[in-house]
């Protein structure tokens, strides 16, 4: 079983910057951050899975950057340039498999934390 706990969300203005971490319980082979904005469908915005790179969505591309630390089990996601769109509740998300293309489909994972809003005006 894993446990995820996010925190690190705010405020922040169009063009600011904001860092959320996840403290990850438990072993998952492939991580990542999936937001949801209100009235829209879930979006991953990046994942790592096994040891390999980080994958990310095209609408963050440049913007993001997702880190994991397998010492202290964290999974941090460094969000630059924030626009209002970024507006979003953002789970950090785990899963029992190794795959780079799944990385980007939210119904893959198997684990959820509790979510942090992120509010960019």
């Known amino acids: 079983h894993v446990q995820l706990v996010e925190s690190g969300g705010g405020s922040v203005q169009a063009g600011g910057s904001l860092t959320l971490s996840c403290t990850v319980r438990?072993?998952?082979?492939?991580v990542g951050w999936v937001r949801q904005a209100p009235g829209k469908e879930r979006e991953v915005v990046g994942g790592?899975?096994?040891?390999?790179?980080?994958r990310y969505a095209d609408s963050v591309k440049g913007r993001v950057t997702i880190s994991r630390d397998g010492v202290k089990n964290t999974l941090s996601l460094q969000m630059d340039n924030l626009q209002p769109e970024d507006t979003a509740m953002y789970f950090c998300?785990?899963?029992?498999?190794?795959?780079?293309?799944?990385?980007?489909?939210?119904?893959?994972?198997?684990?959820w934390g509790q979510g942090t809003q992120v509010t960019v005006s």
């Open positions: 998300a785990a899963g029992h498999w190794h795959s780079y293309g799944w990385l980007m489909q939210p119904d893959k994972y198997n684990y």
């Open positions: 790592i899975t096994g040891g390999g790179a980080p």
């Open positions: 438990g072993y998952a082979s492939s």
